[in-house]
């Protein structure tokens, strides 16, 4: 390996993805291919990315295959940042045996990283802990141990464990303080706010305020019966019962808790779980057996009880009763969520995600973008989609300086 192609190798190591281009821009040999590659993922062309690394796996030869590996390796971050969630798995797996077996240690954990990150995105956690368990970090130079701790907190959040998310948190910022790279330290920085933002809302008696992750982790472990509109559960003390496949018994508990202590007439009850305008003995009847179904189903934390007027959930042991809802609460959050980290994705790896239909996203995202939600570029396969960086203002207004007509 020449000194330009070892200066340059340095220069993208601490993130100067220009100072690295200076020294191979001119250069078409596989090594300066694939750096020129990694330089310009690095300033955000990802297409002119992808191209040079495909260009640079393919010169490399049989004997250089640590090289090959490594080519595939900045491939699948290049597809997990332009979140292109239907790039092979297997060949990254492949890579990562390769590295592993030729004793490049450093570059298989960044592609093991790679593979967990990929599982916190479409949200097997049980995967990504068994993979992050079997990892051995040591390896790993400051910039990667930032990335990895950052899964490891991506994991505890969703696990709702704040303290060792918080830990975690201030492990890559240690990390990212080493390596040096100011966009690296962005992203941790970015991460940490998820602890201090609004998670939930707790609805209770009739009043509603926003949770951050601590406090819904407190909650979900006291004894209080709360109806889980997150994760469309209920829960009390250790004790959950999982309605998301049941929306119509959810429907009539939520009701009922946010009621709670009072009762809810039979009309209500019938609006929120059937959406019936005008009832009949038919709709009566229903509400009948849909309330003696919910009645077994919380049978180990509640009663559900007639009134005069209609009917009551109450607790066991006097505990009280509360609503968790999504700060947010609109058709397609789930959708809009995923967007929110700002990132540009495919339908079709939003359906991934999601796991739903790409048909069903498709009809989202067309119904999103037609009220201004969301906005899309490209055409056929390469469309992509975003959220607009500021919802309903127009941003040249916002940039510094006059106007080209002031």
């Known amino acids: 390996m020449d000194s330009l192609i070892t200066a340059a190798a340095q220069a993208l190591a601490v993130g100067d993805a220009l100072g690295a281009m200076k020294r191979v821009a001119l250069r078409d040999d596989p090594p300066a291919l694939a750096l020129r590659g990694i330089a310009m993922a690095q300033l955000g062309d990802l297409t002119r990315a992808k191209a040079l690394l495909k260009s640079a796996a393919h010169a490399f030869g049989p004997r250089e295959a640590v090289a090959r590996a490594r080519c595939i390796v900045a491939e699948a ?92 948190l201030a492990r890559a910022a240690e990390a990212a303080l080493k390596a040096d790279i100011p966009s690296l330290t962005i992203e941790v920085r970015d991460a940490a706010r998820v602890l201090e933002a609004p998670a939930a809302r707790l609805i209770d008696s009739g009043t509603e305020r926003l949770l951050q992750l601590q406090e819904v982790e407190a909650l979900l472990a006291s004894d209080t019966l709360v109806i889980d509109a997150c994760r469309n559960v209920v829960r009390a003390g250790g004790g959950i019962v999982p309605l998301a496949s049941r929306p119509v018994l959810f429907a009539l508990a939520r009701a009922l808790a946010e009621a709670a202590p009072s009762d809810v007439s039979r009309s209500v009850l019938l609006a929120r779980a059937f959406r019936a305008r005008h009832a009949d003995e038919s709709h009566r009847a229903r509400l009948r057996v849909e309330i003696g179904r919910l009645r077994a189903a919380l049978a180990d934390l509640a ?104």
């Open 303 to 406: 009663d559900v009880k007639a009134t005069n007027h209609g009917f009551a959930l109450i607790p066991h042991d006097g505990r009280a009763v509360v609503v968790l809802a999504p700060p947010v609460e609109e058709e397609h959050a789930s959708l809009l969520a995923l967007l929110a980290d700002g990132e540009s994705w495919s339908s079709t790896a939003l359906a991934i995600a999601l796991g739903l239909s790409p048909r069903t996203v498709q009809r989202a995202l067309d119904t999103l973008e037609a009220a201004g939600k969301v906005q899309f570029f490209g055409n056929g396969r390469a469309r992509r989609w975003m959220m607009p960086p500021v919802v309903g203002f127009p941003t040249t207004l916002l940039l510094p300086g006059p106007l080209p007509s002031d």
């Open 77 to 168: 971050e290049i597809a997990l940042v332009s979140r292109d969630l239907t790039w092979p798995e297997k060949a990254l797996e492949t890579a990562r045996v390769t590295l592993e077996r030729r004793g490049d240690r450093v570059n298989a954990a960044h592609a093991r990283n790679l593979q967990i990150r990929r599982l916190l995105l479409i949200g097997h956690l049980d995967a990504a802990e068994k993979l992050l368990a079997d990892l051995d970090p040591s390896p790993l130079p400051p910039a990667a141990r930032a990335g990895h701790e950052l899964a490891i907190a991506g994991v505890a959040i969703r696990r709702l464990r704040t303290e060792p998310a918080r830990q975690a």
